[in-house]
């Protein structure tokens, strides 16, 4: 009885070293991707390497307090098996979300610095018309890209569920024809520009 006590003692303080070693990992990034790596990017011309820093401070500390939580679980074998698919499931779920969230954070963060510093630069009003729509385009294609992975985790045949979004397409296409040939009168109308307001 008093090995397995020594035994649970033993694995009780690895679980809160871990924990505190992930809280002194995740405050020491912040503190660093705030102040330190901000001066050094302050130094640069360019606002791109800001808007990038902001957009992936948030997902890297996450993902440090995440991967700290899924070692200290490697180590909580009386409380609960790590390696039980529900678990496994759960934190695969975070990991995609915590990806889904920095690749869009960095997707905005590029266009908004393009809208802000290049597109008020050309000669066409071209860009900013064409963001907002570019902006959507990319969060359609980031969701169904997460959404794929997602049902391919969970042994979904994601074939089936593509050919039934190609057909739906089609349908959509067909049934919204003037509606398709005005968005693309209009597009045309944007780069040609045979008249402005």
Same mark, same amino acid.
């Given at each position: 009885m008093e090995i397995v006590n *020594? #035994?649970?003692?033993?694995?009780l303080v690895i679980i809160i070293g871990i924990l505190a070693a992930t809280a002194i990992v995740a405050w020491l &990034? =912040?503190?660093l991707l705030s102040r330190s790596a901000r001066r050094l990017v302050s130094r640069s011309e360019s606002s791109l390497d800001d808007e990038l820093l902001e /957009?992936?401070? %948030? $997902?890297i500390i996450y993902g440090v307090i995440l991967t700290g939580i899924w &070692? /200290? &679980?490697?180590? /909580? %074998? =009386?409380?609960i098996d790590p390696n039980t698919p529900l678990v496994k499931t759960i934190f695969f779920v975070l990991y995609l979300v915590l990806g889904y969230w920095a690749a869009t954070r960095l997707i905005n963060s590029l266009i908004n610095?393009? %809208?802000r510093e290049m597109a008020q630069h050309t000669e066409t009003? &071209? #860009?900013?018309? *064409?963001l907002p729509f570019f902006r959507r385009i990319v969060a359609v294609i980031f969701f169904i890209v997460a959404l794929v992975i997602l049902l391919g985790h969970f042994d979904i045949n994601v074939s089936a569920l593509v050919t039934t979004l !190609?057909? !739906?397409?089609l349908a959509i296409a067909l049934a919204a024809q003037e509606f398709l040939g005005n968005l693309i009168s209009g597009f045309v109308i944007m780069v040609d520009? $045979? =008249?402005?307001?």
């Open positions: *020594i #035994d649970l003692i033993r694995q &990034l =912040f503190r /957009a992936v401070r %948030g $997902p &070692l /200290a &679980l490697q180590q /909580a %074998g =009386f409380l610095w393009y %809208g009003t &071209l #860009d900013e018309h *064409i !190609g057909i !739906g397409t520009q $045979p =008249f402005r307001i």
